[in-house]
């Protein structure tokens, strides 16, 4: 598939995507939904990608869905547009690999449910964030009422998701929303020395971490650690077999 609302970039191990619309501030349409659906598929079909990066090209990171094309639709079609960003986004969190969201500007509506979907998030200090659905008489359709107060806490979600304030990127760090706040001239070149200490870990355990952790906070906590149990378990006798060795022997370990 030709891509015309994504920018894709790999090399040593790390795709970089660049959501490209910069004249509908990055909006989210169907057209992205299917191409990030393919581009999911195939990176995860290839095994020298190890971690993804998602920014965005011009100010916003993504400024929101297509208003232009949800204005005219039907309540059915409405669902199916709801269902199709949640599947994509769903997309994320059954990657086995790790999905940084790099925020270069505006985080708003469907582009912040956009990075709720990732695991990791770097925000540039310029960065904006907010769901401002309900401006429009709407509500998030892509997951947001789910993964955002998991994320942050039910008031703080709540909060966000009613006054649909616009927070900036230290507000954002504090509430948990982001990890880490950088300069916005350096987002990309600490986003990458972040990738790249990932790359640095076993990459089986990379993997496993993200399994375990995604699925377990989902289920009850005892079933969780009985998942942990098993992958622990799992990685005696092979990949951390390397990892102790190497650690015991004072040498970097060969994965």
């Given amino acids: 598939m030709e891509y015309k609302n994504l920018k894709v970039q790999i090399e040593d191990g790390i795709a970089i995507v660049t959501v490209c619309r910069p004249e509908a501030l990055n909006a989210l349409n169907s057209n992205f939904f299917r191409e990030m659906d393919d581009l999911i598929a195939r990176i995860s079909d290839d095994d020298s990608v190890r971690i993804m990066i998602l920014t965005g090209e011009g100010k916003a990171f993504v400024a929101g869905a297509d208003i232009a094309e949800m204005a005219d639709m039907t ?60 401006n429009l008489g709407m509500i998030p359709g892509y997951g947001g009422t789910q993964r955002l107060p998991r994320l942050i806490g039910l008031g703080n979600a709540l909060y966000l998701l009613m006054t649909a304030e616009v927070i900036g990127a230290e507000e954002a760090l504090r509430m948990g929303l982001v990890q880490k706040v950088v300069e916005h001239e350096q987002l990309m070149e600490e986003t990458l020395k972040m990738a790249r200490t990932i790359l640095s870990k076993g990459p089986e355990a990379i993997r496993k971490v993200k399994y375990v952790t995604r699925n377990g906070i989902q289920a009850d906590f005892m079933e969780g650690c009985e998942l942990e149990s098993e992958y622990f378990s799992s990685q005696f006798k092979a990949e951390g077999e390397e990892g102790m060795k190497a650690f015991l022997e004072k040498r970097k370990a060969n994965w």
């Fill in 75 to 134: 309540p059915e079609q409405g669902k199916s547009f709801s269902k199709m960003g949640q599947a994509t986004f769903r997309g994320f969190f059954t990657m086995k690999i790790p999905v940084i969201a790099a925020i270069n500007g505006y985080a708003l509506g469907g582009g912040l449910e956009l990075t709720l979907g990732c695991d990791i998030r770097i925000a540039s200090n310029k960065a904006k964030f907010g769901q401002p659905e309900v």
